[in-house]
């Protein structure tokens, strides 16, 4: 048990880079690492666009196949999750543009102090009955706030809040300059707060 903990710590050291060299060489541990180190955040990314956990599970797979397909070709000294991320959100913009439907995240909280925690979760697991109608409130007022967002906002919202990305993330993730998502968010920010004080 100590052997595979001592595995599991050694693998999360290892560059993505690394990794990629390794599933290069066959070694599928290595590409089961890469694997491991992004799923969650990918699926949480995914399904959040998507709302549907059997297309969400069909598109990671999408994902991760395209990632094992373009191995040979990809920049191993950079971390790929921006192009993880890309690859994801633009196989979510096809899956949405056929079914002709755009949804998108809902987010917990808005916390204009502190962008990088802006999702906020309940710590105690048995919330009031008063506490969950506000909370699903909110959320439904801050999803409707989102999806009134002009589409190049609400993309670049939906990365900075759902996914956590950075803003060198974004702008790499949306094909887009640094300057140009921050700007974006910023133009974001205050339609958000008029659309959640109407």
């Known amino acids: 048990m100590k052997i595979q903990a001592h595995k599991t710590i050694q693998s999360s050291e290892i560059s993505d880079g690394l990794l990629a060299l390794q599933s290069l060489d066959g070694n599928e541990r290595a590409f089961e690492g890469l694997f491991n180190r992004y799923r969650a955040a990918l699926f949480k990314f995914v399904f959040n666009m998507l709302r549907d956990y059997d297309q969400a599970c069909d598109i990671m797979q999408q994902v991760f196949l395209q990632l094992y397909v373009s191995l040979p070709k990809l920049d191993t000294e950079r971390p790929l999750k921006s192009w993880l991320f ?113």
């Open 86 to 198: 890309h690859v994801a959100r633009n196989c979510c913009l096809d899956e949405l543009r056929r079914k002709r439907v755009v949804r998108f995240s809902e987010l917990d909280a808005y916390n204009e102090e502190d962008e990088s925690n802006a999702l906020t979760f309940v710590q105690d697991p048995n919330p009031l009955p008063e506490e969950i109608v506000e909370r699903h409130d909110l959320q439904e007022r801050l999803l409707r706030a989102i999806q009134c967002l002009p589409p190049k906002f609400r993309s670049v919202v939906f990365l900075r809040f759902a996914a956590q990305l950075t803003f060198p993330e974004i702008g790499k993730a949306l094909g887009m300059p640094e300057a140009t998502a921050k700007t974006y968010f910023s133009r974001a920010k205050p339609l958000l707060r008029a659309s959640l004080a109407s």
